[in-house]
């Protein structure tokens, strides 16, 4: 059975750093595609990042296209997304998501993806 389980969130101030981990039981290579998302109280989801497993392909939303960065270890059984320059509208519940079949030009909607971790949460203060 599929598990992601999400691990790094917490608080930080403006302009600080975190990582957020997804360890995927049975490793990542079975998926095409790997995401994380957000979402804050009120607000949608957000697809922040994407990576297609075995293209290499990265995709970022363009709010945090240069503070973030999502990459994947050799083992292939973790992602993460390493968060510089936090901001307080950073502030959300972050969530990894996989999926077996994955569309580059969607790769920001969640409905393409069939597996999700419990989420993390992510508080940044000014």
């Known amino acids: 059975q599929v598990q992601l389980m999400e691990s790094g969130g917490g608080s930080v101030q403006t302009g600080g750093s975190l990582r957020l981990s997804c360890a995927a039981l049975?490793?990542?290579?079975?998926?095409?595609?790997m995401a994380w998302f957000r979402q804050s109280p009120g607000k949608g989801r957000e697809g922040v990042a994407a990576?297609?497993?075995?293209?290499?392909?990265?995709y970022y939303a363009d709010s945090v296209k240069g503070r973030f960065a999502i990459s994947q270890d050799n083992a292939k059984t973790t992602v993460y997304l390493q968060m510089n320059s936090l901001k307080p509208e950073d502030t959300a519940m972050y969530y990894c998501?996989?999926?077996?079949?994955?569309?580059?030009?969607?790769?920001?909607?969640?409905?393409?993806?069939?597996?999700w971790g419990q989420g993390t949460q992510v508080t940044v203060s000014s």
């Open positions: 998501a996989a999926s077996t079949i994955c569309s580059y030009s969607n790769w920001y909607d969640g409905r393409q993806f069939d597996y």
């Open positions: 049975g490793g990542t290579s079975s998926f095409a595609c």
């Open positions: 990576l297609f497993v075995s293209s290499g392909r990265i």
